[in-house]
Each structure stands twice: as C-alpha cells, then as structure tokens.
C-alpha cells in the first residue's frame, strides 16, 4: 500500500478551512476531478489517467489539480514519471462534521424525519445509527 498522508478525522474544522474547501470546488472540472478521485478511494489515478478519463487537456488539468493539492483535497504521490493522485476522504468527512455538527440545534433525533426529504438513495447517506439510539 502506498504512503501517503490524510488529515486525521477532527471536529475542529475552522470557517476558513471550509471556505478554502468551497472555493477550491467552485469549479466544475475541479468538481468533476474531485468526485472521480473519491470514487477511485485509496488507488487514486495518475494525472495522464485523470485528464483522459475527464477529457481535459493536461495543461489545464494540472492547474486545477494543484489548486485542489493546495487545499488539501487532494494528497500527491510521486510514482517514477507519474504523480498519483487520491481524494483526501477524511478532510471530506471534516467538512461533513463542520457542516452539520450543530443539526437540528443539538437535537438529532429530530434530523430522522429529515432523511426522508433526502432523495439520496438510503445508501450513500451517513448511517442514523447514533441518531436511532437517542430516539430509543
């Protein structure tokens, strides 16, 4: 398994950091770029693979991939010729804890009924485990 560095999962997020997070993903081939690396996981892609896969001429590609590299979406790893790039899942799982720490005004219970309105398919939406024990 390669070596590389993701942020440690931490609730202590700052408005700055997220902002920086917003701002990077502002751009849809940086958006486009970001969701494929998260589909890939740990394997991550080489940048050729990325900007063949999306379409996007390399010398627009590693503009973007540099921005998203800077905001530590993203974690570089040299491979000979190659970088490999990987989504940073935890920083994605830090944005969702700074976004919705404070759900339903410390009452999660009351964020069950929501998930209904969610036409997310029950699969991809964090697990209401926690939630179901404080309704128990």
Same mark, same amino acid.
């Given at each position: 398994?390669?070596?590389?560095?993701?942020?440690?999962?931490?609730?202590?997020?700052?408005?700055?950091?997220?902002?920086?997070?917003?701002?990077?993903?502002?751009?849809?081939?940086?958006?486009? #770029?970001?969701?494929?690396?998260?589909?890939?996981?740990?394997?991550?892609? #080489?940048?050729?693979?990325?900007?063949?896969?999306?379409?996007?001429?390399?010398?627009?590609?590693?503009?973007?991939?540099?921005?998203?590299?800077?905001?530590?979406?993203?974690?570089?790893?040299?491979?000979?010729?190659?970088?490999?790039?990987?989504?940073?899942?935890?920083?994605?799982?830090?944005?969702?804890?700074?976004?919705?720490?404070?759900?339903?005004?410390?009452?999660?219970?009351?964020?069950?009924?929501?998930?209904?309105?969610?036409?997310?398919?029950?699969? #991809?939406?964090?697990?209401?485990?926690?939630?179901?024990?404080?309704?128990?």
């Amino acid at each position: 398994m390669a070596s590389f560095q993701y942020s440690l999962y931490s609730q202590n997020m700052k408005k700055e950091t997220a902002t920086l997070i917003f701002e990077s993903l502002s751009s849809g081939t940086r958006l486009d #770029v970001y969701r494929l690396l998260v589909k890939k996981g740990s394997e991550g892609m #080489v940048a050729g693979e990325i900007a063949i896969t999306l379409d996007v001429p390399p010398s627009n590609l590693s503009f973007h991939l540099k921005t998203l590299t800077q905001a530590r979406l993203l974690t570089v790893e040299q491979e000979g010729r190659f970088q490999r790039y990987r989504a940073n899942i935890p920083l994605m799982l830090d944005l969702i804890a700074y976004l919705t720490e404070e759900c339903c005004a410390g009452h999660p219970e009351q964020c069950v009924n929501l998930r209904t309105a969610s036409p997310c398919s029950e699969s #991809v939406l964090p697990s209401p485990a926690s939630t179901r024990e404080l309704t128990s």
